[in-house]
């Protein structure tokens, strides 16, 4: 993969600010294994490790939403927050 995972994670964070807003750690790595991304979401004991196929993270960077990371990422920040997170 040659795509930037600092502007791959810029891009992710634009999409869902609300991960930054309330203080969740994210971090990606090349899984070459996979030939995927892996990105990892965690604020205290709550952990998420979810993995972005390169035609998704290309269409992060281009504009259009991550299919995969907005079921995998909106489902985790949605059971943590209960509602209680600001939007």
């Known amino acids: 993969m040659s795509m930037d995972a600092n502007t791959l994670s810029a891009?992710?964070?634009?999409?869902?600010?609300?991960?930054?807003?309330?203080?969740?750690?994210?971090?990606?790595?090349e899984d070459k294994a996979k030939n995927a991304w892996a990105v990892?979401?965690?604020k205290g004991d709550h952990k998420l490790t979810t993995y972005i196929e390169p035609a998704d993270a290309e269409g992060c960077l281009t504009g259009r939403e991550c299919v995969h990371l907005s079921h995998q990422i909106g489902q985790f920040l949605m059971v943590y927050c209960k509602g209680s997170c600001p939007a």
């Not at 891009?11 to 790595?29: Q, R, S």
């Open 11 to 29: 891009k992710i964070k634009a999409f869902y600010p609300e991960i930054e807003k309330n203080g969740f750690a994210m971090t990606l790595e």
């Open 40 to 42: 990892h979401l965690a």
